[in-house]
């Protein structure tokens, strides 16, 4: 089983005759991901070959749609054109749009998920790395080759620590693996996964990483506390993170007490969630969860 991607996903690209749409396609490819089109206006009516693959390109989201029944798109392009790219390919209803694009302005990130939202398209993202479902589909930018189908649900804010609890969890292997992104507003949030990952059969673990800045996890805790019967085993980010900076992503940035590595692992521990000292620490006591060896 997975949440939000399966191998019956039929992915759509946008920007993928870019320079880092063409490769990160090839490499969703590679992981087994059915992309079955691009969509770029000025190139619709030409193919691009992907070694034994050709994909055909689009004008628009709605076209690549109907002609070959995409229900998620990855959307690799600038951040200028970011929310008309999201706002059209929620237009068209497609199921879920993953938004790798990073420095995409606020303003537009509160217009786009909204707007999605309101019309049935789940965001994943902005300034993400994306999902996969190990064994069976990627979207986005995750590496699929280091670890295996497994029975870990994994839930990122940092794409960078979902890689490295990926590779410390290999021998176990992952669900599926969602990186939410780290702006101060994005589309899927950790409760919306925790969810997902409750009514998942086949997840046996929740895996959640945070990071300083904002309360998203803090109420992913009394969401934990109230609707969460799963094990959950957490991480949080910045715990040396000065007070007052920004720190990597636009979401990080600590005002007094509130948003703080030690608020946040306070409020978890007090909803039964493990909470790790350091990835390490972290995917120790995922495999002690799990009954596994360290």
Known sequence: MAIYLTKESKVLVQGMTGAEGMKHTRRMLA????????????KAGRTVDFDDRAVPVFGSVREGMDATGADVTVVFVPPAFAKAAVIEAADARIGLAVVI???IPVHDSVAFTAYAKARGTRVVGPNCPGLITLGQSNAGIIPADITKPGRIGLVSKSGTLTYQLMYELRDIGFSTCVGIGGDPVIGTTHIDCLAAF??????????????IGGDAEERAAAYIREHVTKPVVGYIAGFTAPEGKTMGHAGAIVSGSSGTAAAKREALEAAGVGVGSTPTETAQQVLAVLGEPR
Do not use: K, S, W
């Open 198 to 211: 409750e009514d998942d059969p086949d997840t046996e673990v929740i895996v959640l990483i945070g990071e």
């Open 101 to 103: 694009t990073e420095g």
């Open 31 to 42: 992981a087994g991901t059915d992309v079955v089109a691009g969509v770029n206006p000025r």
